[in-house]
């Protein structure tokens, strides 16, 4: 790992060398997709990818987590093309990320993702199994998504073949974590400059650089990782609107989904996380297991928080044992 990309000017380095991501011409990112738009969800345009047949029988949907965007499951996608090229690849970027962008920060709630999730599937995936495969607080949408299919859509529940949570918690996590990454004096920093200045959008966004962007950056990676995805994964986060920074505050100190419990019962999928995780801990995952026993339970030796670009094997094999069963 290279350390300038954990610090302020390294963060900026990187936005100027590398400009917006979703280039489609490179990787790390998703090279190639067959079709890209954007779906109403709550008035909100969702920006998605599509890739694969357009009569695939199986979808798999990928939801990515905090201060990151669907590009992040680029390493994914190549897997599912190179293996399973009949299958169908589903990608949003959640309210607030990525090419979605800013949304007013009432608006960044995990039930407002998961209404995403759903939007999306709703309208680009509407036949046929699915997969869902959720990192982080996408764990979360997707955990509070099929909560709300089971009661207020209980077809498209019934089309769920297979759930892969990574790095996910089910309970709240008050002071764990990212809320407690969140509530550092560091983040204190940024709330007060957004607070004093709401209006000048360059000031807050160096603030964000300046010291949210590095504590995010050292709680994820705990592998030897290559430069190049460190420097993408601080390109997702430099990216990252200030208005889901403090709209998502509150909601991930407080968030829980075990109403979602009678949503995975007889789900076949995986529970993922990272032997040295500190951003979502080993009990949640443990947590997630005791309420969910159909699933696997694997832990990446040494790996942290960022399993799909730090420990990207163990992820595939785990979706493609689902779109094998």
């Not at 790992?1 to 060398?17: D, S, V």
């Not at 998605?48 to 390493?75: C, I, K, N, W």
């Not at 026993?293 to 790996?303: H, K, L, R, V, Y």
Request: aromatic letters at 6%; a negative charge.
């Amino acid at each position: 790992m290279n350390l300038r990309t954990l610090t302020p000017a390294g963060r900026r380095r990187i936005a100027l060398e590398r400009g917006v991501l979703h280039s489609q011409n490179r990787e790390p990112g998703l090279r190639d997709v067959d079709k890209q738009g954007t779906v109403n969800s709550e008035g909100i345009r969702v920006y998605y990818y599509r890739s694969g047949p357009v009569d695939a029988t199986t979808t798999v949907v990928f939801v990515h987590g905090f201060t990151l965007a669907a590009e992040s499951y680029y390493l994914q996608v190549k897997h599912l093309r190179q293996h399973h090229p009949e299958v169908a690849c589903l990608l949003l970027d959640l309210r607030g990320h990525g090419q979605t962008g800013a949304v007013a920060a009432p608006k960044c709630t995990i039930d407002g993702l998961a209404h995403d999730v759903r939007e999306t599937i709703a309208q680009q995936a509407p036949e046929g199994r699915l997969i869902l495969v959720g990192h982080s607080l996408g764990g979360l949408a997707v955990l509070a998504a099929l909560r709300q299919m089971l009661v207020e859509d209980p077809a498209c529940h019934a089309r769920v073949a297979g759930v892969t949570l990574v790095s996910t918690s089910i309970e709240s996590l008050s002071a764990q974590g990212i809320p407690q990454i969140l509530a550092s004096p560091l983040a204190d920093r940024v709330m007060e400059a957004v607070e004093a200045s709401p209006d000048d959008a360059r000031q807050v966004r160096e603030a964000a650089a300046k010291f949210l962007a590095p504590t995010l950056a050292t709680a994820v990676f705990k592998r030897s990782t290559d430069y190049e995805l460190v420097e993408f994964h601080a390109a997702m986060i430099h990216e990252t609107p200030l208005t889901s920074f403090v709209g998502f505050f509150d909601d991930l100190q407080e968030h829980g989904e075990l109403d979602a419990v009678p949503a995975l019962q007889g789900i076949p999928g995986f529970i993922i996380t990272g032997e040295k995780d500190e951003v979502t801990p080993l009990s949640q995952a443990e947590r997630l297991w005791e309420v969910w026993p159909e699933a696997w339970f694997q832990i990446a030796a040494g790996a942290g928080h960022m399993l799909i670009l730090e420990a990207p094997d163990i992820v595939n094999q785990a979706i493609s044992r689902l779109l094998e069963n």
